[in-house]
């Protein structure tokens, strides 16, 4: 369709007034967040924007400075494209890309005025002209430099080329005909596809990654290849933090690494025990030689010694061959007893043996073997207590707890949860084979306020399930780890949805009971789901579509939460 002079596109077909679209900013004063919809905004002096232009000029020369402002700014209007289109759904491809302009006016950019629009998404044609007022840019570069030869609202440009290429599905180029800041009364634009542009090339260069920023990348990973080299620490690269709990456990794990100690691993189920002993493993002088884990709580009591110590042939029904143990074959290296508190009380005198003679032998024999094996232990059970109530050897335990390192549990290092996040992102993007470039600003600050009683392990399968449920090449939502908790000014709130989307918010003493409820049960996110799951599917006569639409949810992505819930899917119809 076409829009011809005169007449204002941005209000002619936007889907949204103004004021509604300034509703959706909201601001957390208690918390310290500012959100447009689910992307989190930060509110900054205009003064440190035109620091940070002057420094970007002054230091790279005006032609990289335009590079990396353009590509800022491109950034900037991808993000808000695709927040209007999740926000109208049903809005046009015209009703869209008129809201660009509405939104960077309401950020504080540029006055947005009225010019031509003519768009047809399915045969790939664009033409727009915009004039811009009152241009931030403008005004900061003239501040700075005075008028200019050339148009410097190299970030205005970059957002507009942002937000229609990403509504087209195919690249636009705006050219900036005429600026403010070259002297012209206001900035003009004119955008158009790439390709049909004759000197495309010329202005499509900014929007690639700068060479001097490729070479300082380079020179970076040089430096840190250099570290890995000589530095132990970066070798325990399976180990992710920087708070000062983590360091701390990092650190006196590196200062066991060098010596053949016994080490107690200690932590709640999840925080990353077997991780620890891996990276402790990875950086001592037995390195080269086998790392072998045994779960002692995952083992039948009647087979644990056999899997630990072997077994000669005919030493009991079912032997029909000789076989070594877990220490047998961890000769040299080191063995990882998981869960070493649940040991059988036959198993702990064995394995006492073993620790201070360095001999062992297989049930059945009377042979004595010698093994060099450095023995990690971990545990979430308080060996002093069972010592206390004689379900654990006393002796064993003094020989276990030469070397205790305590590893804390995520709610007590919040700050490492980024860094963790980004982790998994890469490890089940190439598991699953699909490209989703990170969490919204929302789910992050969610993340954030949860308690985490599952630890890194329960974080580690919300993300992975927030991959397969994200749209390819977005970002993870709140609805793609748990359709049910929003957060709403920073606060965590449990609702549902109504028939037509909207959201229903229940009684503040039912969430505030039921939050109390989880915190003190430390109930994970996914059984807390299974319940409403179950819920939403008894609600609606086991029909799984209805159950979906209660939930706001499609099919697929419902059927696929029931797959994995823990306490297993109801029957469905």
């Not at 031509?116 to 403008?138: H, N, R």
């Not at 003094?398 to 980024?418: F, G, Q, S």
């Not at 306020?449 to 939502?477: C, F, H, K, T």
Request: include cysteine; hydrophobic fraction near 40%; aromatic fraction near 6%.
């Amino acid at each position: 369709m076409k829009t011809g002079k005169g007449i204002d596109p941005i209000r002619a077909h936007s889907p949204a007034s103004a004021s509604e679209l300034a509703s959706r900013l909201r601001f957390a004063f208690e918390t310290g967040h500012i959100w447009l919809g689910e992307t989190r905004m930060i509110l900054l002096h205009g003064a440190a924007l035109i620091a940070l232009r002057k420094e970007l000029i002054d230091s790279l020369g005006a032609d990289r400075a335009r590079g990396v402002l353009t590509r800022m700014g491109y950034a900037s209007g991808a993000s808000d494209a695709t927040w209007a289109r999740k926000l109208y759904p049903g809005a046009t491809e015209t009703e869209l890309l008129a809201m660009g302009p509405q939104l960077h006016t309401l950020e504080g950019i540029v006055c947005s005025r009225n010019g031509k629009l003519s768009i047809d998404s399915v045969e790939g044609v664009f033409y727009g002209e915009f004039s811009w007022e009152s241009s931030f840019e403008a005004d900061a570069h003239v501040e700075l430099y005075g008028l200019s030869a050339e148009p410097a609202c190299w970030m205005q440009l970059g957002y507009a080329c942002g937000y229609v290429s990403t509504l087209m599905g195919k690249f636009v180029l705006f050219h900036e005909t005429a600026c403010a800041a070259a002297g012209a009364p206001l900035c003009h634009i004119v955008g158009r596809p790439a390709d049909e542009w004759p000197d495309a090339q010329a202005s499509l260069r900014y929007f690639e990654p700068d060479s001097v920023a490729d070479h300082i990348m380079a020179l970076q990973t040089q430096v840190q290849n250099l570290r890995y080299s000589i530095d132990d620490e970066l070798q325990m690269d399976d180990l992710i933090g920087a708070s000062p709990s983590f360091r701390q456990a990092a650190s006196l794990l590196k200062k066991a690494a060098a010596s053949q100690v016994t080490v107690l691993l200690l932590g709640e189920t999840g925080v990353g025990k077997e991780r620890f002993a891996r990276a402790l493993h990875n950086i001592s002088r037995r390195a080269d030689r086998p790392f072998i884990a045994v779960n002692c709580a995952a083992l039948p009591e009647q087979l644990i010694e056999s899997e630990l110590f072997g077994v000669e042939k005919g030493a009991f029904t079912g032997a029909q061959q000789s076989r070594p143990g877990r220490f047998e074959r961890a000769h040299g290296g080191t063995l990882f007893l998981d869960e070493a508190g649940e040991l059988c009380a036959s198993a702990q005198a064995k394995l006492l043996r073993v620790l201070q003679e360095g001999e062992l032998e297989r049930i059945g024999d009377s042979h004595t073997r010698k093994v060099d094996v450095r023995v990690v232990a971990a545990t979430n059970v308080d060996l002093a207590q069972a010592v206390a109530e004689g379900r654990f050897r006393k002796d064993l335990y003094y020989r276990l707890n030469i070397y205790p390192v305590t590893i804390p549990p995520l709610r007590e290092r919040k700050d490492d949860i980024a860094l963790l996040v980004q982790r998994f992102l890469d490890k089940y993007g190439v598991r699953h084979s699909k490209k989703v470039i990170g969490v919204t600003d929302q789910v992050m600050h969610a993340l954030k306020q949860y308690s985490w009683p599952g630890n890194i392990r329960e974080l580690e399968n919300v993300i992975e399930r927030g991959i397969i449920l994200a749209q390819e090449g977005g970002r993870i939502d709140l609805a793609d780890i748990f359709p049910a908790i929003t957060v709403d000014a920073g606060q965590p709130r449990l609702s549902g949805l109504a028939r037509d989307g909207s959201v229903l918010k229940q009684d503040e003493e039912t969430v505030e009971a039921f939050l109390d409820y989880v915190q003190k049960n430390k109930v994970s996110l996914d059984d807390v789901e299974s319940v409403l799951l179950k819920a939403a599917m008894a609600r609606a006569g086991g029909n799984l579509s209805s159950a979906a639409r209660s939930l706001g949810m499609t099919r697929p992505q419902l059927a696929y939460r029931l797959k994995k819930s823990p306490q297993g899917a109801p029957e469905v119809s």
